[in-house]
């Protein structure tokens, strides 16, 4: 009730209540849409968020400076199913859900699990030699690629291209370095053989025996010895002190996510990462990027020394809901609903906000959290504080929704007829009964509104409907939306 009336407030600033009903009566009676309507709708809705994309710049006098940790490794991007089937491992009965993965029943059972619903979904394999197998098979599909990958070089590689200076933490083969940027310094150890992520990717209706996608989305698998380690943060800290930056991400954790660390090992190294995020200037903003964490241990040592040292967060619908749980003293979540409505997503994300904020009162140390930003495939959306250092937040938003559709479907130009819009041509702001909705205009398709202390600010995807990449998308959309706040 009380975040009615202060919605009721906020829209006043725009028109009375009775303009307010009249849109509201002529969007219940409009006719559903059909063919050139809806083109007309989506190049409408195009041509706005490029609008509100372009209202801010980047800083291009004085580069904004941002340090990105930690970790990479080389991409090997395949059709999840070709290589399944190249590898001769039939479609299992029985999907479940498995922390790690040591052998290819478990991989196909855990593979399962995730592709109906069109799930994202990362795990480490404990079993070298099904590792091995996996990426000799995967050579050998027509049409593979290799790509620069992990959360901390594509975010990196992202907002050098948006006008950053960077700084990134990272251990990568001397190839690799010639392959970044000139504005990326990166911080780490030269290796000789960088760690394979090995990328399954299936469009949106992919079927694997009795198993149909759902949407478009990867399964990856990982077996790295290098990132678990953190191994770049000593010459990252090292470096960070002249560096200054503005804004400092940490990402790339969950690659320590069922790692067999010896004991204590992997308490050491957050200790190291808490230490190094606590002692960043008042001056430098922190952001955190979540992931597919399913290791309890692992997540409750984030939640006591990283979280806390962060005033941003980044995630997407599967991550919030699994935070939120922990958050609540549950257990981990492992799969959420894949498309799930706004209002469902603008609860958790309150919810979570308050109870961060409430913890870090009670605490009395870290930071408060001043931005939350959710990306999902229908919608972007973002929660930021009123009055804290993060600005620009209607465009960040529009431009987190533009990046969606440019990095899914691999061009920088968006293609109207290779988009659909999936989000109801209205949303509730919340499940609660009584409350209001949102008309999706088309010539402001992002709606902002104050609530509390913070505002919120939702914006409609152009969902990609010629994928060319799911993976990846999260750190291309997250650094997007960053780049515009600092
Ligand atoms: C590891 O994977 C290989 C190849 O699939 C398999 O032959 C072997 O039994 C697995 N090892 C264990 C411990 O499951
Ligand atoms: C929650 O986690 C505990 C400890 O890992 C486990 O024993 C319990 O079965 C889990 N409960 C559910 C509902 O998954
Ligand atoms: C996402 O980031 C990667 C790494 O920088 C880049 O190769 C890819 O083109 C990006 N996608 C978009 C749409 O910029």
């Not at 005033?311 to 549950?330: I, V």
């Not at 009584?434 to 008309?439: D, F, K, M, T, W």
């Not at 010629?466 to 990846?472: D, I, K, L, S, W």
């Amino acid at each position: 009730m009380a975040t009615e009336a202060r919605l009721g407030t906020s829209f006043m600033k725009y028109g009375t209540v009775t303009s307010l009903l009249v849109v509201l009566v002529a969007y219940w009676y409009r006719p559903p849409l059909q063919g050139s309507e809806l083109d007309g709708r989506l190049d409408a809705v195009l041509s706005s968020l490029l609008r509100a994309e372009s209202k801010v710049g980047v800083n291009d006098v004085a580069r904004p400076k941002v340090a990105i940790g930690f970790g990479g490794c080389v991409d090997l991007i395949v059709d999840g199913v070709d290589l399944l089937n190249k590898i001769g491992l039939p479609p299992t009965d029985q999907p479940l859900h498995h922390d790690y993965i040591k052998n290819a029943e478990q991989l196909a059972q855990s593979f399962a699990y995730f592709f109906a619903p069109g799930a994202a979904s990362e795990r480490f394999v404990m079993n070298e030699t099904l590792f091995s197998l996996l990426v000799e098979a995967s050579r050998e599909l027509p049409g593979n690629r290799w790509a620069v990958g992990g959360n901390a070089p594509v975010m990196a590689s992202r907002m050098a291209a948006e006008g950053c200076d960077v700084l990134l933490g990272g251990s990568f083969s001397t190839d690799f370095n010639d392959m970044f940027s000139q504005h990326i310094m990166v911080a780490g150890n030269t290796l000789d053989e960088p760690d394979i992520h090995l990328i399954m990717e299936y469009p949106s209706g992919a079927t694997w025996g009795p198993y149909t996608s759902r949407r478009a989305n990867r399964y990856i698998v990982h077996s790295d010895d290098h990132n678990p380690y953190l191994d770049s943060m000593g010459h990252f800290e090292e470096k960070l002190q002249d560096f200054q930056p503005d804004l400092l991400v940490v990402g790339g954790l969950q690659m320590m996510d069922n790692f067999p660390f010896k004991h204590g090992e992997r308490e050491a190294l957050l200790g190291h990462l808490s230490h190094l995020m606590s002692s960043a200037s008042a001056e430098t903003s922190v952001h955190f990027e979540m992931a597919s964490f399913v290791d309890e241990g692992l997540l409750s040592d984030l939640l006591e020394l990283v979280l806390p040292h962060a005033d941003s967060l980044g995630m997407n619908e599967q991550e919030l809901p699994n935070l939120l749980s922990l958050f609540r003293g549950a257990n981990v979540t492992v799969l959420s609903d894949p498309n799930p409505r706004v209002a469902t997503v603008l609860d958790q994300m309150r919810e979570l906000y308050r109870l961060v904020n409430e913890e870090h009162r009670e605490l009395g140390l870290g930071r408060a959290l001043t931005r939350l930003h959710v990306h999902t495939l229908a919608f972007q959306a973002m929660i930021v504080t009123r009055g804290s250092q993060w600005k620009n937040t209607m465009s960040a938003v529009a431009k987190a929704a533009l990046t969606a559709n440019r990095h899914v479907c691999g061009s920088p130009d968006i293609d109207p007829s290779k988009a659909r819009l999936i989000m109801d041509e209205s949303f509730s702001v919340s499940a609660r009964t009584g409350s209001h909705r949102i008309p999706l205009e088309e010539s402001r398709p992002v709606s902002c509104w104050d609530e509390d202390d913070y505002q919120i600010c939702v914006a409609p995807v152009l969902v990609c409907t010629e994928v060319y990449q799911t993976a990846g998308g999260g750190d291309n959309i997250s650094a997007a939306g960053l780049v515009l706040q600092i």
